[in-house]
């Protein structure tokens, strides 16, 4: 899951006279509420998901949010490369840039968006600002609802049309369900004590 909360989902429902919405709409989860229950199955609050209720942002399924969005850039002529390796960013006082395999490319701003193992990161801070151990480990899942709606002990996440987020907290261990598309998406994350 991604989620882009309600100041940039103001700016990006604007895109293609409202068109970028309403295709973001379609694949975006329709989550009111947010239940965070303890380890044993205490429902400790219920909270409202300021930010990404329906049609205030946008909250679902990674691939499908990040390609309506290439999508739409691509239409408005925004070259778009794919699986080109930076090896060198730059910046002069007109214009900034990067070197991906071998070739130079200019633009008014470059935004680094290039993960834990950043090259961008030394070249802005001057330093690596290399990963450190927390001790924790995440695990990240996706799987169509048709696959649990069979399953006893699992049906209660799909068997409703209103898509839901629910966590459960622990020591050293955390689990969070969502659904998307109206419950035929099932996502979850696990951070664990390692």
Same mark, same amino acid.
């Given at each position: 899951?991604?989620?882009?909360?309600?100041?940039?989902?103001?700016?990006?429902?604007?895109?293609?006279?409202?068109?970028?919405?309403?295709?973001?709409?379609?694949?975006?989860?329709?989550?009111?509420?947010?239940?965070?229950?303890?380890?044993?199955?205490?429902?400790?609050?219920?909270?409202?998901?300021?930010?990404?209720?329906?049609?205030?942002?946008?909250?679902?399924?990674?691939?499908?949010?990040?390609?309506?969005?290439?999508?739409?850039?691509?239409?408005?002529? #925004?070259?778009?490369?794919?699986?080109?390796?930076?090896?060198?960013?730059?910046?002069?006082?007109?214009?900034?840039?990067?070197?991906?395999?071998?070739?130079?490319?200019?633009?008014?701003?470059?935004?680094?968006?290039?993960?834990?193992?950043?090259?961008?990161?030394?070249?802005?801070?001057?330093?690596?600002?290399?990963?450190?151990?927390?001790?924790?480990?995440?695990?990240?899942?996706?799987?169509?609802?048709?696959?649990?709606?069979?399953?006893?002990?699992?049906?209660?996440?799909?068997?409703?049309?209103?898509?839901?987020?629910?966590?459960?907290?622990?020591?050293?261990?955390?689990? #969070?369900?969502?659904?998307?598309?109206?419950?035929?998406?099932?996502?979850?994350?696990?951070?664990?004590?390692?």
């Amino acid at each position: 899951m991604i989620g882009v909360s309600s100041n940039a989902a103001n700016v990006i429902a604007k895109w293609g006279n409202g068109k970028v919405h309403a295709e973001l709409a379609d694949v975006s989860s329709d989550i009111d509420m947010f239940d965070l229950y303890d380890w044993k199955g205490e429902h400790l609050i219920t909270q409202t998901m300021l930010g990404f209720l329906r049609g205030t942002g946008y909250l679902g399924n990674r691939r499908a949010i990040l390609q309506t969005m290439v999508d739409y850039a691509e239409s408005l002529g #925004i070259d778009i490369r794919r699986g080109k390796r930076i090896t060198e960013y730059w910046e002069t006082d007109t214009e900034a840039g990067i070197i991906a395999d071998g070739e130079k490319f200019s633009a008014d701003c470059v935004l680094a968006c290039d993960g834990v193992h950043s090259k961008a990161r030394s070249f802005i801070l001057g330093e690596t600002g290399a990963p450190h151990a927390t001790g924790y480990a995440t695990y990240r899942a996706w799987f169509d609802g048709k696959d649990v709606i069979n399953d006893p002990e699992t049906r209660w996440l799909v068997n409703d049309v209103k898509d839901k987020s629910v966590a459960f907290i622990g020591p050293d261990v955390h689990v #969070i369900f969502g659904t998307g598309r109206r419950c035929t998406e099932v996502t979850w994350v696990m951070t664990h004590l390692v």
